[in-house]
């Protein structure tokens, strides 16, 4: 169901497009070719704008639909991002054949899972989630603890996004 002033405002525009884009290829087909270039420039951008307009009516009255929060896809993208830095470090923490790595590698990994935590624009239940999960790894002593952090991590990772 849309509501009345979401269309409106979607024809509003749609008119708008399509009477700026018949404009633009008319005064640019008179620039480039004179008078029948003008035409047909005009006839081919207004219904293409017009074509464009009407392929992305469904998702503008997404966009107004009351309740329908919209994503926020640089909050997700970071809390992907603190979920690999982080899974990352641990895997540079705990490897798997012992002393596999050295401490300048690992530290070559806990600098970016420090940094891509403390982001501004990550979410305060991911924030809350990766210091826990990176408290764990630095410990080092148990490994059941650390994997448990980071799955929590994963988690609250997944719960964040709002299309599943």
């Given at each position: 169901?849309?509501?009345?002033?979401?269309?409106?405002?979607?024809?509003?525009?749609?008119?708008?497009?399509?009477?700026?884009?018949?404009l633009g290829g008319a005064c640019f087909g008179l620039l480039l070719g004179g008078r029948v270039a003008?035409?047909?420039?005009?006839?081919?951008?207004?219904?293409?704008?017009?074509?464009?307009?009407?392929?992305?009516?469904r998702q503008v009255m997404a966009f107004f639909q009351p309740?329908?929060?919209?994503?926020?896809?640089?909050a997700e993208g970071i809390a992907d991002a603190v979920l690999v830095d982080i899974a990352t470090y641990q895997a540079a923490a705990f490897?798997?054949?012992?002393?596999?790595?050295?401490e300048e590698e690992r530290d070559a990994r806990r600098t970016p899972a420090y940094r891509v935590a403390a982001v501004d624009g990550?979410?305060?239940?991911?924030?809350?989630?990766?210091?826990?999960?990176?408290?764990?790894?630095?410990?080092?002593?148990?490994?059941?603890?650390?994997?448990?952090?980071?799955?929590?991590l994963f988690l609250t990772v997944y719960e964040h996004r709002r299309i599943r």
């Open positions: 169901m849309t509501s009345p002033p979401a269309a409106r405002i979607h024809l509003m525009t749609t008119f708008f497009l399509v009477t700026c884009g018949a003008a035409v047909v420039a005009a006839g081919a951008a207004g219904p293409g704008a017009g074509t464009g307009a009407f392929l992305s009516r309740g329908i929060v919209p994503v926020d896809g640089y490897p798997l054949p012992p002393g596999g790595l050295t990550l979410p305060s239940a991911v924030r809350v989630s990766a210091v826990d999960a990176l408290n764990a790894v630095d410990q080092g002593r148990d490994t059941d603890h650390a994997q448990a952090a980071i799955d929590a």
